[in-house]
């Protein structure tokens, strides 16, 4: 059975890098001294093997070592386990990459909808695709309701909730959520088209399962999900629950200790997401340009048979910058943009420009 | 309604820090810049506030923020994107503590047994307690049984699944924990007492709730959790679906950037750990004695009604440091050792040591 390969950047000083490496792969398999594997079977068929160490510009290494595809026992949780469990408590450790063989990459849900179904269902068929947020949160589902109105006829594509709101006293998931669909609903009849709105499940299981039943209830046509909020397992399991695309949010994914391009690109794509957002370089966070082309990458690039996902470059976008998000991005992109429209004098005027400047930064 | 406080560690010029906290306030609350808080209500009820900057003896500053608990929607996973969501992004931003209303607290889990009820079921009523690990991995159930009695005779309190330990087909969950739990029940027949075995529960929902039938059909008496792995909301849950003790393991919290005596300590008990493994000093692990004080700290120390949480020094533990862990921890502790008994030639012989060394230790 084909091995995954773990790809570690680990500090150490170049004595001490080839101890550690096998430390390592002893760590992420069987978690004990080699002297306690007592079994010959055990020692080479479970058992980490170091592939390669290799000194990087940083002066830090690059560790591949390869892990038994057994011990994920095709289960999300039990996958992530092997590839960063205890590793990820060793400050000097970053999970930057992982290669894994197709058996287990199938048997993760992967995105039913993906880039393609995106404009499929949105009906851009070409350039850039244009996002905006329902926020602050405090606000009642009616004036959220005339937000996404608002919105609409700015000509947006698709009108998230801030991933913030959730079921609050003064914001109910069942309230809001019907009371936003509703306005949509209305505006596809009215126009012929209306942007997808993706209401934000964040909740525990039971909580999600109540959820669910309303966004199907409602006619939702997406949805926003945190999957390190609810946990990857759970957000594989809602997946296979959806019969829309799922637009994944990087809250609480503090993104540095796994490599970003693989926890919200490779992950998240792996379970099933169909767009996936990440701070892009230029706003309030610090990711710079080779961090977000790298993200951008990890979502799109062919990998197997797994469907692409859309990169949604976010955080602290502005509409001038449209035209040189769109020229680094590219035309399969969604660019979401927020606080900076509702800050506006004319919010509608603002998102206007947004919709038009994403229509027309693509030629 | 009471606010909670949130701690945040940040690393940022004098200049800054002013702008850099209110940021912060905003980003953990409505997510826009304040000019598009257009609702007074929003504003003062809302908006997350600065309550205090204070500069750090390590140069950064920590920064008190209140979050409205409204906000939370008295849910765990929602809770955790107030804390540190969207914050968590920023590499210069460390979640370093939480004071929560009891309203909030009295929300969640909590840990129904803590302690006092892992004395009562283990029997030691005063002194430190022992445990030990089934591994490695790759072993079958029959085998893992079979070292689950060398343990049992060797006068230990615990034996958990190592934490790789999952169901694969070399060792099925179903089968291993039948195996494994039959030993159990025979020595206690025998010997009116035998260690606590806590498998590990490891999985998606799906997989997670027919473990659990599991768990109870065969009468275990503990288990073993992950919380990050399998996801905070879903461990939350699980834990008011079972009725034995419940000992959590940090693999995949990558325990850095949130701060690992919120996160090991606070979290975890907050959500019903009665016991929690975490990287002691001295070990495989660069936790230094400082930041296991205050893991153990923030598990024991009296709060709200909140039953204390057993701290688990491990990783890389031995026999030899028994008296000097007991010293630093004191008797309201359990010690877990895994490696380096089963590298012993004599593994037996070394399982006793430890559990006379933990017997002896406190006096």
């Given at each position: ?172 998931f ?27 499940l964040?909740g525990?299981p039971?909580a999600l399962s109540e959820r669910l039943r309303i966004v199907r209830d409602?006619?939702v046509?997406?949805v ?13 399991e809602l997946?296979?629950k959806l019969d829309v ?119």
């Open positions: 059975m084909p091995w995954i390969t773990a790809h570690y950047r680990v500090e150490s000083s170049a004595d001490e890098i080839e101890a550690f490496a096998q430390t390592l792969a002893l760590e992420q398999s069987v978690e004990v001294p080699l002297a306690a594997v007592r079994d010959g079977w055990i020692a080479e068929h479970i058992v980490g093997k170091v592939r390669s160490i290799a000194p990087r510009a940083d002066g830090a290494f690059d560790v591949a070592i390869a892990l038994a595809t057994a011990t994920t026992g095709w289960d999300v949780a039990q996958t992530i386990n092997m590839l960063f469990g205890n590793a990820s408590l060793h400050a000097a450790v970053q999970l930057a990459d992982v290669e894994l063989p197709l058996s287990l990459v199938t048997a993760f849900p992967r995105p039913r909808f993906g880039i393609a179904g995106l404009r499929a269902r949105t009906g851009v068929v070409a350039g850039p695709l244009a996002c905006v947020a329902l926020k602050p949160q405090g606000m009642p589902p009616r004036e959220l309701a005339k937000l996404y109105r608002l919105f609409a006829q700015a000509g947006v594509d698709v009108v998230k909730d801030d991933h913030g709101i959730a079921d609050q006293s003064y914001s109910r069942a309230e809001r959520v019907a009371a936003v669909q509703q306005v949509a609903d209305e505006v596809r009849r009215a126009t012929g088209r209306a942007p997808l709105y993706a209401p934000s964040v525990s039971v409602e006619g046509s997406m926003l999900i945190a999957p390190a909020l609810i946990g990857m397992p759970v957000f594989a997946i296979m695309p799922v637009l994944a949010h990087p809250a609480y994914t503090g993104a540095t200790r796994v490599a970003a391009p693989l926890l919200l690109g490779k992950f998240f794509r792996l379970l099933g997401a169909d767009a996936t957002i990440f701070p892009s370089f230029g706003g309030r966070f610090a990711f710079d340009r080779k961090m977000c082309g790298a993200i951008a990458t990890a979502a799109r690039a062919p990998w197997h048979d797994v469907a692409a996902t859309l990169p949604v470059p976010a955080g602290g976008m502005t509409v001038e910058r449209v035209p040189e998000l769109v020229d680094f991005y590219g035309p399969d992109t969604m660019l979401l943009i927020g606080g900076s429209i509702l800050a506006a004098d004319d919010v509608a005027a603002r998102a206007r420009a947004f919709a038009n400047a994403v229509k027309g930064a693509f030629r």
